[in-house]
């Protein structure tokens, strides 16, 4: 198994495992076509998004990702640097699950948040993550509130 940050090299494994991951999570059918608007802003973000993308090969194809976004906010008491991220498409092929695939690609991406001056990860998680996050460090938050805007 190898284990490395994917570059604009393995656009095509990213997104691959993007669709992977959405479709296993939302329960989409194998074979549920993304819209090309979808695909297009994707592969834009891996171009130019402030991220990094960690991937499991084995044999050539990704069976596990997982990508940390950056964000700069303001800064506050509590995170004088203003820079966060949020942690997600954290997935595994279900063959390669409970072999600590995701346990890897996800320490390797707290390491390098650590590293570019972070002081907070967030994530939204299944159900399924929620023991390895807990075991990573990761508390359950009560302070945030979210709004969805449809347009």
């Given amino acids: 198994m190898e284990y490395r940050y994917a570059t604009t090299d393995d656009m095509n494994l990213m997104i691959r495992s993007r669709m992977d991951t959405l479709r296993d999570v939302n329960s989409l059918d194998e074979d549920y076509k993304f819209s090309e608007e979808f695909l297009e802003a994707s592969r834009e973000y891996f171009r130019e998004g402030d991220q990094s993308t960690v991937l499991a090969i084995d044999n050539g194809r990704a069976v596990g990702c997982a990508t940390m976004c950056y964000i700069d906010l303001m800064p506050t008491y509590a995170h004088p640097s203003g820079r966060r991220a949020h942690l997600m498409n954290v ?5 390669y699950r409970r ?3 995701a346990e890897k690609l996800v320490t390797m991406l707290i390491e390098e948040a ?4 972070v002081s ?3 994530l939204d998680a299944t159900e399924a993550g929620r ?3 807990r075991k990573l460090g990761f508390v359950e938050s009560g302070e945030n509130m979210t709004m969805i805007i449809q347009n």
């Fill in 131 to 133: 023991p390895l996050y």
């Fill in 114 to 117: 650590r590293g570019r001056g």
């Fill in 99 to 101: 072999q600590g695939i």
């Fill in 120 to 122: 907070e990860i967030s």
């Fill in 91 to 95: 997935w595994t092929n279900k063959d």
